[in-house]
C-alpha cells in the first residue's frame, strides 16, 4: 500500500468544511490549474516536497494558493489581497490543526510551515485582469493504514 495523493487529500479535507466552502466554493478548490475565468476566490493545492522513513509514513508538503481577481469582479470593498490572506490563513487553519484524518487507505495529521504570504499581483493574462495570491504551506504526516 502506498500513500495516497496528499493534495486530494488536503481538497477533500478543505470541501467538506462549511466555514472554507462559505469562502470559497468547492467547485473552486482544486488541484489542477486555475482556469481561465475566475470570478471570485479559488484554491489550488500542490505537493511541493515529500520526506519520510519509509514509504508507508511520509510527510508531503502541500502548498495552498488562493488566487483572488480585482475588486470590479470580485465584488464588495474589501482589497483582494486581503482577501486571498483571509482565506488563505482559513485554509491553513484547518489543515494545521486537522487530526487523524482518513484519507483512502491512509491517515494524516498537519502542521503548519509557513505563511501565508502575499506576492505583487499576477499579470501573466494582461495588466487588465490581475490575480491577487496569498499562499501557505502545511505538512500532511501520512501514513498508510494496512500494507
Not at 500513500?3 to 470559497?24: N, Q
Not at 488541484?31 to 508507508?56: E, Y
Not at 501565508?116 to 487588465?128: L, N
Request: net charge positive; glycine share 8%.
Amino acid at each position: 500500500m502506498s500513500i495516497p495523493f496528499a493534495p486530494g487529500a488536503a481538497r477533500a479535507y478543505l470541501i467538506g468544511r462549511p466555514e472554507m466552502t462559505a469562502l470559497v466554493p468547492a467547485g473552486s478548490i482544486t488541484t489542477r490549474d486555475v482556469p481561465h475565468k475566475i470570478t471570485g476566490p479559488f484554491i489550488t493545492l500542490r505537493a511541493t516536497g515529500n520526506v519520510g522513513p519509509d514509504p508507508m509514513m511520509n510527510k508531503p508538503i502541500v502548498q495552498v494558493d488562493t488566487w483572488v481577481p480585482k475588486i470590479e469582479l470580485l465584488g464588495g470593498v474589501t482589497d483582494p489581497d486581503e482577501v486571498a490572506w483571509n482565506v488563505s490563513v482559513k485554509a491553513r487553519d484547518l489543515l494545521a490543526r486537522a487530526r487523524n484524518v482518513r484519507f483512502r487507505d491512509a491517515a494524516w495529521s498537519g502542521r503548519w510551515i509557513d505563511g501565508p504570504v502575499t506576492f505583487p499581483p499576477d499579470v501573466t493574462r494582461g495588466v487588465d485582469f490581475p490575480l491577487f495570491r496569498a499562499t501557505c504551506r502545511v505538512e500532511l504526516k501520512m501514513r498508510a493504514l494496512s500494507a
